[in-house]
């Protein structure tokens, strides 16, 4: 399916491309208006664009049914301060129901039966039960259209940030299985970061991987071994050596597979095998000597 954003609805075209960019953290954001009245509500069009300055960035689009504005939006250019609180899975219900189109000047902290803690620094309070909250000065409201469905981006630099110590590690560091955040997916759709959802990527940051154009073309022909198997290997600095390889031909579960089958054809499809459980488990290096003597 191909699709021109002129040619369909813009109802179809929003949900499109809330269903396809996914899962998008949840900004909750708590404001107040001229005369100090509270509003909270969610806003999955959110994320980090800086760290120097820090800078978040969310958008209380236009509505596309009439083309009205949210209160956040309202309230931002009334008093230019908002708190950013993040949603865990503890809270996930709750914040949904803080969506509801409640009239102007009603407390979504009470409706959704949070509990408002003075901010430090700035007006709007913050949410008690969140795990992070950023205090932000509201530096720009820029608009993308005039239309309905348009973006409006609210840019806040953070002036303060909150972590409750219950999600640090050990290392003082906020631990991403203690966090337990929850994302928005298209439609009534929610994603969990959490549990096997949560997975580490090495990244290439200090060292200078050989890349994927580097593999011999015997193992790139390979009908075991995945797209994320040949990035793993091609994150390494250097091939393991003969004398490397050689060694490890005696360990006990290759020289099995090295015993058991006599054709090329069964000895490379298994140590393929092999290596791709290796790989799995993170052991990219084992991986490669296994790798290395088909």
């Known amino acids: 399916m191909t699709i021109d954003p002129t040619a369909i609805s813009v109802p179809e075209l929003h949900g499109h491309l809330l269903s396809a960019v996914a899962p998008r953290p949840i900004a909750f954001a708590s404001t107040v208006d001229r005369e100090g009245n509270v509003n909270l509500s969610p806003f999955s069009f959110f994320n980090v664009f800086s760290a120097n300055p820090p800078v978040l960035i969310f958008s209380p689009a236009r509505r596309g049914r009439d083309n009205t504005t949210k209160h956040t939006l309202d309230n931002v250019k009334e008093h230019a301060e908002v708190v950013v609180n993040v949603v865990s899975y503890d809270m996930v219900q709750q914040m949904s129901l803080s969506s509801t189109e409640y009239g ?10 949070f509990t408002e803690k003075p901010s430090d620094r700035i007006a709007p309070p913050r949410v008690k039960e969140a795990p992070v909250s950023f205090e932000c000065k509201v530096i720009e409201v820029k608009s993308l259209g005039e239309e309905g469905g348009a973006g409006q981006l609210v840019i806040c ?37 959490n549990g096997d959802a949560i997975f580490e990527v090495t990244k290439p940051l200090t060292t200078m991987g050989i890349g994927v154009d580097q593999i011999p073309d015997r193992i790139k022909k390979s009908t075991v071994l995945s797209g994320n198997h040949f990035g793993m290997l091609g994150n390494v600095e250097a091939l393991p050596g003969a004398d490397e390889v050689e060694f490890f031909s005696s360990e006990p579960e290759v020289r099995a597979i090295l015993d058991s089958f006599d054709d090329e054809e069964n000895i490379q499809l298994e140590l393929h095998k092999l290596a791709a459980d290796l790989l799995d488990e993170g052991e990219v290096d084992t991986a490669w000597k296994v790798l290395m003597m088909d």
Do not use: C, T
Request: glycine share 10%; charged share 30%.
């Open 104 to 113: 102007k000047g009603v407390n979504e902290f009470k409706k959704a039966g």
């Open 157 to 193: 630099e953070v002036v303060l940030m909150h972590v409750a110590d219950q999600v640090l590690n050990e290392e003082g560091k906020i631990d991403p299985k203690k966090i337990d955040l929850v994302a928005r997916m298209g439609g009534n759709w929610y994603s969990r970061a």
